[in-house]
């Protein structure tokens, strides 16, 4: 078993509709969890980071997250064209100085 | 955003030659990791490092090696490059490399190998 898995999509969702993104993790120790942002032929950049269970929120991004389940999720809200990317979850295994990512879901938001 | 470039961005290179790939920061960043990443496989690291020539491997780090002597170079050596190293290849750094700190991405490299 993988130790970050995502479903590699794609994912379609109309504009303006809500976009859901699911990560799972296998090592319950795991304390922090990132979303990154990856446009075709970019490099990645971090949408969010969470820590707590719970949800957190920043614009039309919420980051949830459930510790007992082992799932953090990423909610795009009002979702635009502009938001058709590859989703990254990455979780830094405890102790260490590195992430493990998944293979990312690939999002398209249909105009 | 994060002053970190690549060098080269583009390079095509034959079977068996040496290459090596430069990650240069502007940040003093401590941490600095390089990836490989293949579609259907993500981001995959393959070296990283925790301080001036102080590094460690990463999950598949067969066929490279890595050399950090300042704070802002991190180069990545394939001593004898195959088809199979032919991929897209990323530099990041983290100021504190721990579970709460973000890592920031390089523009990238892309790697063939003919």
């Known amino acids: 078993q993988k130790e970050v898995e995502q479903n590699s999509g794609p994912l379609s969702v109309p504009e303006g509709a809500i976009a859901s993104l699911n990560c799972t993790y296998s090592?319950?120790?795991?304390?922090?969890f990132f979303w990154y942002r990856q446009y075709s032929g970019k490099s990645p950049e971090l949408i969010m980071f969470i820590y707590s269970n719970g949800d957190k929120e920043d614009g039309r991004f919420t980051a949830q997250l459930n510790k007992a389940s082992q799932y953090v999720s990423l909610l795009i809200r009002d979702s635009q064209p502009s938001d058709s990317a590859t989703y990254l979850c990455a979780v830094p295994p405890p102790g260490t100085y590195k992430y493990i990512f998944g293979t990312g879901t690939r999002l398209k938001v249909l105009a | 955003d994060a002053g970190i470039t690549q060098s080269p961005r583009h390079k095509v290179t034959e079977t068996g030659t040496p290459v090596t790939l430069r990650c240069h920061q502007t940040e003093n960043h401590r941490y600095m990791y390089w990836y490989r990443q293949d579609p259907g496989h993500g981001l995959r690291l393959i070296h990283y490092s925790y301080g001036v020539k102080d590094t460690d491997k990463g999950e598949v780090s067969d066929g490279y090696s890595v050399s950090r002597s300042k704070t802002e170079d991190f180069l990545l050596t394939l001593e004898s490059a195959t088809s199979s190293q032919t991929s897209v290849y990323f530099c990041?750094?983290?100021?504190?490399?721990?579970?709460?700190?973000?890592?920031?991405f390089g523009p990238g490299t892309r790697l063939t190998v003919l």
């Open positions: 990041a750094i983290s100021e504190g490399g721990g579970s709460y700190n973000e890592q920031f």
């Open positions: 090592d319950r120790g795991s304390q922090s």
